[in-house]
């Protein structure tokens, strides 16, 4: 089954209209629950006036950040400093506010409607003060001789290069369910997702809850990228309302919610020099950022510039680095992940600076980045850097043999040669080429247990959550590969924290690595107990059994042996195992993109040709699902480079508050990605040689369109700023 392009699991619920999204669920006896936000980016709060909202009809309760002044800020999930504990954010603000879309308070009502009619009783009197930038903290990292380096170089670029803010606009809204479980006394979290065991354990401490009385429900999901599933104000909310009226409370965002109150993401500047010598050779970067954290400091901590900063190099054998990262706090709406975090933007960075040396030197940027790739004799390579928890050692790739596919599946100079062509004729067309690395497959554990029932099916239970990757599918074809079995016949339960005592979720393209690897040794595990009930039942030694077509005989006598399932049967009715799969690196994958683009002369606006993505995941379980998470993030990559914005007035009032101001790619702007998938390298830190691919198609769009761009237009290093807009582009030629 490994290697197939089956199709998936989850498909048919979707499309046969049977999955249950949280707008689906509802109990008896429901409340709705609606945020009053701040209408000012900062100010101090001189009251909260709520007494007209008390008296309305379908009024449940109201509640303001005094009433709720015991439960803790928020902490972080994952890279946490004690330079950005004051950075916090609170559930409802209390004495201040500091970014337009900040919880100041709650209604409950009986019906959602009523709610938001009610929440618009609640009058905020808020006192405005001047906007405060905050440096929070700086991150440092560096390797190599970087200053000699410079001393000794032929050519010293200087540039400076701008990604502005967008974020991940999933088609389902947030939103989330409590409900008191009168049987169990457990508070049940409907529609919990992505992180659910850390949300279910993080809301139980929050709220001085027993640990586990908080059980998480994952429902099918409209789409994640990141940013869905962080523990957000909204979700303890709704869980501190529900205790407290010991009733299910529902809330549901709408879209002008999610642009301003869900993780923004991107927002960097960047400084950069790099010492070039007259080869094209790249001997030092030393790149310093600014990265716009927001007003708060959320769950998600430094992850965003630290990955910036460890992933910078990329592909690329850099004998010197340095980066100076400062992380700014600034009241915008809070920032965290999206799909490629901190590489979209470090690859386009870097990228830059490979084009610039190339056109410094006079040489093609094909030939200037194989002559700067770390060799494939080089692998495992240590990048003397290190980021979540863990060192970054690339651990398998072959990235000039990826360039080479790449280079000639386009048809690199035949190609190169028509485009010359109709730019001689007035065609205002280009090619670019960006190369990239991802990480994936972040430990530390996934846990993960088999049982296979009386009738021959298997149930897999994981603690990794489902965000539309195709993880049922994915696990099932696994386990039905070892066991030698129909992967339909295979039910992966997933989401469900009274099911399975701890998991990590979904996130940072982990599952496939982490899950999978633990599904394979949880095989393994459940095969060994089968043999080891066999050799009672045959009545034969261990040594002289055999696992063959989902049963075990003895070798050499077809006629003696048991299936799973009948030795299921004689058990009791259930064959069980489980196993955990560990690790302390990451694995990282690779790819390169090529797009052609068409700028019209007269507006600037561009149109993408042909785009092609050339990704090394190291072993494909199902090459259909990885096509198409390249091509959805080839999608979001496009959108962010070419269209995507948040924007704010001088006050720190958005700008973009729906559809009408938020510019998304549509089936008219985003072409049929090619994708060249490839498994050359295999990596050796797990049993499957899986490596992560939900983040490839994003990471270098910004990179390559930006070349192509320049090609197009003719100006060399133009694009210096994402996303690119026709406006930019037509000052450019001028």
């Known amino acids: 089954m490994i290697g197939e392009s089956v199709r998936r699991l989850e498909d048919d619920p979707l499309l046969r209209g049977r999955a249950r999204f949280i707008a689906d669920v509802s109990f008896p006896n429901q ?10 980016a900062r100010g101090l709060i001189v009251d909260i006036d709520v007494s007209e909202a008390l008296r309305a009809d379908g009024v449940i309760g109201v509640w303001t950040g005094e009433d709720l002044a015991s439960v803790p800020l ?17 559930v409802l603000a209390r004495g201040s506010v500091r970014y337009v879309g900040e919880p100041v ?5 009986e019906d959602a409607y009523v709610a938001e009619d009610i929440a618009e009783l609640v009058i905020v009197d808020i006192e405005p003060h001047e906007m405060e930038p905050i440096e929070a903290m700086v991150l440092e990292s560096e390797y190599g001789l970087v200053d000699k380096a410079f001393s000794e170089a032929d050519h010293v670029l200087e540039l400076e290069f701008t990604v502005g803010r967008h974020s991940g606009i999933p088609m389902e809204t947030r939103g989330l369910l409590a409900r008191p479980d009168p049987d169990s006394g457990r508070l049940e979290l409907h529609g919990a997702s992505k992180v659910p065991h850390y949300t279910c354990a993080a809301i139980s401490a929050m709220l001085d809850l027993e640990p586990h009385s908080v059980v998480g429900r994952e429902c099918a999901v409209g789409g994640g990228f990141g940013i869905r599933g962080e523990l957000y104000p909204e979700d303890v909310l709704v869980a501190w309302a529900a205790l407290r009226l010991n009733r299910p409370v529902k809330w549901i965002e709408d879209r002008r919610e999610h642009l301003i109150a869900a993780n923004h993401s991107r927002d960097q500047r960047h400084r950069i020099r790099a010492a070039v010598n007259r080869d094209g050779l790249i001997t030092a970067v030393d790149d310093e950022f600014w990265y716009d954290q927001g007003a708060y400091v959320r769950t998600h901590g430094a992850t965003v510039p630290s990955l910036t900063a460890a992933m910078l190099p990329g592909p690329y054998a850099f004998p010197a680095y340095r980066s100076l990262g400062h992380i700014c706090l600034s009241n915008k709406t809070p920032a965290g992940t999206y799909r490629a975090p901190g590489r979209f933007e470090a690859t ?26 770390i060799s494939v004799d080089a692998m495992p390579c240590d990048r003397q850097l290190a980021v979540l928890g863990t060192s970054v050692v690339l651990d398998s790739g072959d990235y000039s043999r990826i360039l080479g596919r790449l ?35 972040l ?146 994958p690779y790819g390169a993109h090529a797009v052609v683009v068409e700028v019209d002369p007269h507006t600037g606006a561009v149109e993408i040709e042909r785009y092609v993505v050339a990704y090394d995941v190291g072993r494909a379980i199902n090459p259909m699902l990885i096509e198409g998470q390249i091509q959805g993030g080839a999608a979001q990559g496009i959108g962010g480079a070419l269209f995507e914005e948040f924007l704010y007035d001088s006050l720190g009032q958005p700008l973009v508050t729906s559809f009408m101001d938020y510019l998304l790619p549509t089936a008219s702007e985003t072409p049929l990605v090619e994708v ?59």
């Open 348 to 373: 386009f960075v870097c990228e830059r600076v490979v084009e610039a040396a190339a056109h410094l030197v006079g040489l093609d940027p094909v030939s200037v980045r194989q002559r700067n790739l």
């Open 74 to 90: 928020i902490d972080f999930r994952q890279i946490g400093y004690d330079e950005l504990l004051p950075y916090r954010q609170p």
């Open 443 to 588: 430990g530390p554990f996934e846990d993960v247990q088999i049982s296979v029932r009386g009738d021959g099916s298997v149930e897999v239970v994981t603690g990794a959550a489902s965000v539309g990757q195709g993880v049922e599918t994915v696990v099932a074809q696994i386990c039905a590969d070892d066991l030698d079995m129909d992967y339909r016949d295979v039910e992966v339960v997933h989401g469900q924290t009274d099911r399975i005592a701890r998991g990590m979720g979904a996130f940072a393209s982990r599952v496939t690595v982490m899950t999978g690897s633990a599904t394979r040794l949880a095989t393994d595990a459940v095969k060994g107990v089968a043999l080891d009930r066999a050799s009672d039942i045959l009545e034969a030694k261990a040594e002289d059994l055999e696992y063959r077509a989902g049963a075990i005989g003895v070798r050499g006598q077809p006629d003696r042996s048991l299936t799973l399932a009948e030795i299921a049967s004689a058990g009791g009715g259930t064959l069980r195992a489980e196993a955990t799969f560990d690790t302390d690196h990451m694995t990282y």
């Open 676 to 734: 060249l998938l490839s498994e050359d390298a295999p990596s050796p830190l797990n049993p499957l040689g899986v490596k992560g691919a939900g983040e490839g198609g994003t990471n270098a769009c910004g990179a390559a369109l930006a070349a192509a761009i320049d090609q197009a237009i003719g100006r060399p290093g133009a694009v210096t700023e994402l996303p690119v807009t026709p406006s930019m582009i037509k000052a450019m030629m001028k």
């Open 105 to 109: 308070a709650v209604v409950v009502a």
């Open 31 to 40: 409340a709705h629950l609606r945020v009053v936000r701040s209408e000012v």
């Open 407 to 441: 280079v000639g599946h386009i048809d690199f100079e035949r190609l190169d040669r028509e485009l010359a062509h109709r730019r001689s004729k007035g065609e205002l067309v280009g090619l670019g080429i960006a190369m990239f690395v991802e990480k994936s497959g």
